[in-house]
């Protein structure tokens, strides 16, 4: 049976929604796809269903292929599973909590890594029974701060989320690749572009991470990528790591006199002013900058970090968010500094001529971490730790020692990919996927342990592999339509063919379904607009807000046997014979 | 591509779930089709998914066959739509609420009127956009006091539930009449037996409901039904008031005394003692029974009613509760009666010597209702209001007179049926599905509102229509089963075909191979057992556990050209040749 616009549920909007601030999240409630119910949650209409039906069968196609099996889990959970993980408490305000009338703890699932992993803990007992990969398509929650641009980031959300177990990490690596092969197979089946870019685990404390990113100038996420091949978020890139260079034979530290220098800036004009080299001018790259960083430990304790990087860097946060988690970090305040005089604010370094000032065995115990291209046998220009002084030829492995490398400054186009691949250029996309090496850390703290070969309990090994669903259909909506409306490709369009019957003539509206009937045989799914009172103008103009990708016009034409086959994308339209349109759309 | 037990994600479990109360959930456990999360809350393992997407594809299609549009809501939602209509709070602690991160009291809906409501005020301004159905199949939570019987009764449950939207009340007629149709198609196709009988609307508010109740000794709802073609369930069942008596020509009241006579019992006893009849003994049914009721409206106040009732009735509670709602009833306290000095525990009467005693317009100004059998004309023994005092010939109509008629006393085996269809009997069923005509409540509430033909609003008059999908499997699997397992109807069935291949044999294996890619080929869906190493008795035990309807088993016979086909339900193995399975099966 055709859907007859008659009588489907769909009214399209002149309007723009007040709250759209995308293009996908204002053309999908325009043409009639989603309605808004709070902020971040949406009502799906018939239209977005059927989209939203599409991209779940090409994703179940493939989970299929790649040997998952579906299961499906509850969106309302126990707290238990989720505090032997602590993601109770680490997932902060984005959890949705409540309380059931006996006031037992429950959450709306964000995602269900601990609930998989008990599951097969239940069921599973022998090596015998691994490798497994389940999956669900399932409706998630997430208590975002600010939900913004409409499905882009909703607060209730669609995932495709699989999960796989082995015995051994080659088995990992085996089940992970399979999943990552699948992610590639359904981005290509959608039309969607993809980079597959290294990502940090995170939160997810997995072991290894990639990210699948569509490359857009609008995307949300940074990532570099090498000419060479290299590709990586910008929390996942790694510094590379000059040679060290020889300590003998470079001159001792030099303290001087730098008053009113407590910028790179300030402190770069003061030693090319009076401490000039006669090579090259000082850059501030021949400074070493050290930022007081205040890290919050899971459990409230606050301590200071100072970070040691070239002067020209600053701290990124995203990076430094990654690198000290499960810590929370900020710059340290003035009360932090108050209490802990031995910083010397806007002078600060890891040495004064008393000795070294910074690290866990010097007099302050603060933890001095350096920038990966902080190597033994380079030459900074610092802080001396007393007010208006610096020192020159502080060399790093004779002078200073850190109590380790951290790599948290900001990436650059230009910086050399960490495989030597290249100088890296700067990109942005969005995420569009996301597979995790979990490892064995959810097995181990759920008990996930199965008989090896020699009989012996062994911990399971997991990965788990992501794909918003909705967030993909708005993707997809991003990326193809027009000033009109809509353009969907073919393997997501909500139909095949949309049928519009113009005029007030019988024989036009007999001629259409004729037709409709032809393509429906055909196998075609059809939306026809047989609404008798409607003019050909909005007619048309739903047409192209709907954005099926093949249009068939009944009008006038009829009288002489042709109708027009109007190409949503391209905007062409070609005269058929009224017996030709399957012709046509086959052609 | 078949579903190989070698490596498809089930275990079957020897022992049954501590915590299973009712067959189909020690069965859906032990035959891994789902898995307990919290207190009725389940996973959905790999068969328990299959089987429920086919009960959902079977009412997709007779929904879409009723011409019904599907969309899609969120389980999260806003409290205000839900404040206006008060069941934020009529629902009690039924309803899980939760707030966000901002504070914002959000509910996980047991049911969608609202927001469907909502939705057509937000797209539809006309009469001519309706008539209108749409529906949607959705996980639901309410927050059970006692989650039990596995699936029966969850917290978290899929139902399909439809609304529908008219201009006039003949159109819902129709459009109620559509979803029944619907359903009747539904539950002949799943092979559901089904009762519909007339309900209470309720909670709902609605004009006009029915129940589908599948008739069976272990449900846990009680109907009545005539010979001649009544169906109601208990809260619905209208007591036949008898025709009214003349009042002329009886005698006056008589008050006499009755020690210790609190109880109806003891009263019959004591009027046959000293009261006695010339035509035949005083039976339980000529005595009125006050039964005082305590109703807490919402809001909180609480009010004393009285309830006038041929004693050898009694109250039925779920009767009270949908006649009082949305009160909340039950008995008086002593507390009640102690602010009540008015009513003489154990000689409550509406009448004493000094005037009437009960009803608004009497001196205790207690409301003061009257089964329906309690007609003008009628007289009764019942108490004086005096201690240990009764009075006899009390007429009704003549002596008292109610403040109105309650229909509350529990319904018997040879009562009447109120169409003059004859005597009830009363029977046991399960609720399969439930029709409403809402009416105009939720529409009025929240100002769903079209133009009519004249160009005025009119507020929409609307229906709703549940299913609960979850609840359906466990019925078909509650009634499907013997003490090896489950057995699927084959509408429903995991798959058509379990295909066994056992012992060593090279040759047996690769013979179910083949038989498994002709039975693919003729588009059955098959379920094959290729374990290796699992012995012939752990395979049919599991095939009998998990009950798909036929069963092929290549064994031995395989080098003598045949298999054996096994019929689930019947028990009948048949040996077929090898190149026969197909033809077998559609035989």
């Known amino acids: 049976m055709p859907t007859r616009l008659s009588n489907y549920f769909l009214r399209t909007l002149r309007e723009d929604p007040a709250d759209a601030e995308v293009t996908s999240h204002r053309l999908l409630v325009r043409a009639g796809y989603i309605r808004r119910q709070a902020p971040g949650v949406f009502a799906w209409l018939p239209l977005g269903l059927r989209v939203k039906a599409k991209i779940e069968r090409i994703v179940r196609e493939e989970m299929e292929n790649a040997g998952a099996h579906e299961v499906h889990f509850p969106a309302l959970l126990p707290r238990e599973p989720y505090e032997v993980t602590n993601r109770w408490t680490e997932y902060g305000e984005a959890l949705f909590r409540l309380q059931d009338r006996k006031g037992s703890d429950y959450l709306l699932a964000p995602t269900h890594e601990e609930v998989f992993t008990l599951l097969v803990k239940d069921l599973y007992s022998s090596y015998k029974d691994l490798p497994l990969s389940i999956y669900q398509i399932q409706d998630k929650y997430r208590d975002e701060a600010r939900p913004r641009a409409g499905l882009l980031r909703g607060r209730e959300f669609t995932m495709k989320d699989a999960y796989s177990f082995d015995i051994s990490d080659e088995g990992l690596d085996v089940s992970y690749q399979a999943q990552r092969d699948a992610y590639e197979r359904i981005f290509t089946r959608l039309g969607l572009e ?276 909705t967030r993909i259909l708005a993707i997809i909506a991003e990326l193809h339509n027009d000033d009109k409306g809509l353009i969907w490709p073919a393997a997501v369009a909500p139909f095949d063919v949309h049928v519009v019957a113009t005029g007030k003539d019988e024989a036009v509206f007999e001629a259409a379904e004729r037709i409709v009937a032809e393509l429906e045989g055909a196998r075609y799914e059809v939306l026809y607009d047989d609404r008798p009172k409607v003019s050909p103008g909005v007619k048309f103009g739903d047409a192209e807000l709907i954005g099926v990708p093949k249009i068939v016009i009944a009008g006038r034409g009829v009288a002489d046997g042709v109708v027009e086959v109007w190409d949503r994308a391209t905007g062409e339209r070609t005269q058929v014979p009224l017996d030709g349109v399957v012709a046509a759309l086959q052609g």
Do not use: C
Not at 241 to 264: K, R
Not at 288 to 296: E, G, I, M, R, Y
Not at 442 to 454: I, M, P, T, W
């Open 194 to 469: 993809y980079v597959i870019v290294k990502a940090d685990a995170g939160a997810m404390g997995g072991s290894k991470s990639e990210e699948f990113l569509h490359p857009t100038p609008v995307g949300e996420d940074t990532f570099v990528r090498s000419a060479g091949g290299y590709a990586a978020n910008v929390e996942a890139f790694e510094t590379l790591a000059p040679e060290a260079l020889p300590i003998e034979g470079q001159p001792a530290p030099i303290v001087f006199d730098s008053p009113n220098t407590p910028t790179i800036l300030s402190l770069v004009d003061h030693v090319n002013d009076h401490q000039a080299r006669t090579d090259r001018p000082w850059h501030a790259a021949d400074t070493l900058k050290n930022v007081v960083l205040a890290l919050t430990h899971p459990g409230g304790t606050r301590e200071l970090v100072v970070v040691g990087m070239p002067g020209d860097r600053d701290v990124e946060m995203k990076r430094a968010e990654v690198a000290f988690a499960p810590a929370e970090v900020e710059a340290a305040t003035e009360s932090d500094f108050a209490k802990h005089p031995a910083l010397v604010k806007g002078y600060i370094g890891p040495w004064s001529p008393e000795g070294p000032v910074l690290g866990e065995e010097s007099t302050s115990g603060i933890r001095f971490l350096v920038d990966p291209r902080v190597v033994d046998g380079t030459a900074w220009v610092t802080g001396a730790n007393l007010h208006e002084k610096h020192v020159l030829s502080l060399v790093a492995g004779r002078d200073f020692t850190a109590d380790g490398v951290v790599d948290i400054a900001d990436v650059r186009a230009g910086d050399p990919a960490p495989d030597g691949s290249g100088p890296v250029e700067l990109a942005r996309g969005m995420e569009i996927g996301h597979v995790f090496q979990l490892g064995r850390k959810y097995a181990e703290a759920l008990g996930l342990k199965v008989l090896d070969e020699n009989g012996k309990l062994a911990t399971v090994t997991m990965g788990s592999y992501g794909i918003g669903i």
